[in-house]
Every structure is written in C-alpha cells, then in structure tokens.
C-alpha cells in the first residue's frame, strides 16, 4: 500500500448569509481539475437554519499520486469551498 499525505484544514461561507460549507475540492493541476475532498466534519442543524460555524475537512492523497503532480520537487495545492446556497 503507497504512503499516504493528508491535507486538512477548515472553511466557512460568508458569515452574513448563514449558509453552511457543504463541498471542499482541492486541485493539484492549478485549477484544471478539482477532487472532492474525503471527509468533511460539519455542525448538524435543521435544513432551513442558519449556521454560523466551521467544517472540517481532510483529504487523503498517496505519495505516488502527489508525485506525480511535482514540479521542481514542489506541490502546489489549491483548495476551494463550496456553501450549500453554492456560493464559492
């Protein structure tokens, strides 16, 4: 089994809006291409409240695949959430 790289981190929506993060992706390719990360952790409310609070994510990616991406020996990675009123 390849060695894995886990990148995690925190997002949230616009704090006027109360619309919770529903979706984070990450892009290795600078934005050609984008992957769903692989656990989001996110505060459960009914579907019509507001939330005012952080997901977590984390993605889980092998070393080989990362590899892959290196330029010069670097990886950049580029991540983007996604609120449930599908604001970016």
């Not at 704090?15 to 992706?25: D, F, L, N």
């Not at 692989?38 to 019509?48: G, I």
């Not at 977590?56 to 990616?61: D, K």
């Amino acid at each position: 089994m390849d060695d894995q790289i886990s990148i995690e981190g925190w997002a949230h929506p616009d704090g006027g809006t109360g619309s919770q993060v529903t979706q984070v992706q990450l892009s290795f390719d600078n934005g050609a291409t984008w992957q769903d990360a692989s656990t989001l952790e996110m505060e459960q409310k009914r579907a019509d409240a507001k939330v005012f609070s952080w997901t977590l994510w984390q993605h889980r990616i092998s070393l080989q695949q990362a590899k892959e991406y290196a330029i010069d020996g670097n990886i950049t990675v580029k991540v983007r959430a996604i609120a449930k009123d599908g604001t970016i």
